[in-house]
């Protein structure tokens, strides 16, 4: 299957990357290709321009900062799920990394493809939510904090602006938080069905602070705030898990499909999903 | 639309054997591998990063090669399937796969030889579940994977013992 020809840009630097961004607004930016790519093969996207992050060292790596951790946009998933760093400090991102695609795709994909690619099923971007996550965007300009609550917007569609690229995530410390993933994957496409990333603050047998992140059922990822409020204050015991879980939906238009799962299905399977992660960390 | 193509410079090294390119970036991976050094061992199967046929390794990582563009690998290390036979003979995955039967038509065979080989490096002894999990990307149509869970097994075994 060969590709539209198009033009093509490999910075070594991340001002370079971004000038380049800013001289050729139509351009797309290459991270690990695993959506992109596929979109472009089958003609779903023929940018005339790719400028290929693979070589940009800014991008690269995870790092322990004071309040958390910084991990840079080209890190892959299969770093993230393995990192020790990410696995002290923030858990639900490694455990959702190792839900996305398979190990090839895992071996290519990147954080910042993933969640600037923003597929409405796709792992990290709950995972995100869950972890009060906050990604920086970049651009000739200058960069700008986005709260990963305002960054997802539809499906494929972020808060990025043209110009800008998404160049770091920041994840505060989550350790001694309850965290999990609990993931209903399709079973050709492995893309979440329903997926449920929960962080929970809990002390004394009380939620002290509720994050839920859901993926797979609404045009975008989104925090369940109607069933974190329904956790705070409260212990995690049956009663409490099949209230919050009944309120998973709550303000979400929920997308159904005629071939695998209808809104229906789906809405009741992530009562299921969210009633199944709390009970794992209860 | 861009009236000509240009070509963007790299070094690949396929294996062992390093190659100076000048290459068009929207070739693949797969392309370059089959249409320009004629290693037609990788296979393509879906075209579209479902199957894993096309699977190679990438600085010992495996990868879907249809789903890579070959200029973005520059100074890369690529490992295929024709390289995977040592001076000795067959490496202990094919020694085990034919052993097993973990073949059929044949299809996917260089593509799960290269994902089994990418896997046995990360975890030289992994249990069946771990084999099951490393081999999710890769889809054979004939097997049941029964026989390629098992000959997988088998390959890891020989190479410890063998170390």
């Given amino acids: ?282 | 639309m861009p009236e000509q193509v240009s070509t963007t410079a790299v070094v690949l090294t396929v294996n062992g054997e390093t190659h100076t390119e000048s290459l068009p970036a929207n070739m693949l991976l797969s392309e370059y591998l089959r249409d320009h050094l004629h290693l037609t061992g990788t296979h393509v199967g879906c075209d579209t990063s479902q199957c894993g046929a096309c699977t190679v390794l990438v600085d010992g990582l495996s990868v879907k090669s249809c789903t890579v563009l070959a200029v973005s690998l520059d100074e890369s290390r690529i490992e295929t399937v024709e390289g995977l036979a040592g001076p000795d003979g067959l490496h202990p995955l094919q020694a085990a796969f034919r052993a097993r039967h973990a073949l059929q038509c044949g299809f996917c065979t260089p593509g799960v030889l290269m994902t089994a080989a990418g896997l046995l490096r990360e975890s030289p002894r992994p249990s069946p579940t771990e084999i099951r999990a490393g081999l999710d990307g890769i889809l054979c149509r004939c097997t049941g994977y029964e026989n390629i869970v098992a000959a997988v097994g088998e390959a890891a075994a020989a190479i410890g013992e063998a170390m």
Avoid at chain 1, 125 to 140: H, K, R, T, Y
Avoid at chain 1, 162 to 167: D, I
């Fill in chain 1, 1 to 282: 299957m060969s590709m539209t020809p198009f033009r093509y840009a490999r910075p070594m630097a991340l001002r370079d990357a971004l000038a380049d961004l800013t001289e050729h607004p139509e351009a797309r930016v290459l991270a690990g290709g695993m959506s992109l790519l596929p979109l472009m093969k089958m003609d779903l996207a023929a940018p005339e321009r790719l400028i290929d992050l693979g070589r940009v060292q800014e991008l690269q790596g995870i790092t322990e900062t004071p309040d958390g951790i910084r991990i840079g946009a080209m890190t892959r998933h299969f770093e993230l799920a393995s990192d020790e760093v990410v696995g002290r400090c923030a858990p639900i991102v490694a455990q959702a990394a190792a839900h996305v695609g398979d190990p090839q795709v895992r071996h290519r994909g990147t954080i910042g493809g993933s969640l600037a690619h923003a597929d409405p099923a796709a792992d990290l971007p709950a995972a995100m939510l869950a972890a009060d996550a906050v990604i920086e965007a970049a651009s000739a300009d200058g960069s700008r904090m986005i709260p990963a609550a305002d960054f997802f917007v539809g499906p494929l569609v972020t808060e990025l602006r043209p110009g800008e690229m998404l160049v770091a995530v920041r994840i505060p410390m989550l350790q001694g938080r309850r965290q999990h993933y609990e993931k209903v994957p399709h079973p050709a496409s492995g893309y979440a069905v329903v997926g449920v990333a929960i962080s929970l603050a809990v002390a004394g047998g009380v939620v002290q602070e509720a994050r839920i992140g859901v993926t797979g059922v609404a045009g975008h990822a989104y925090r369940a705030h109607a069933a974190e409020r329904a956790l705070e204050g409260e212990g995690l015991n049956p009663g409490v898990i099949a209230k919050a879980s009944s309120l998973a939906a709550e303000g979400e238009e929920i997308l159904g499909d005629a071939v695998y799962a209808s809104a229906e299905y789906r809405r009741h399977l992530l009562q299921v999903t969210l009633s199944r992660a709390l009970q794992r960390v209860s």
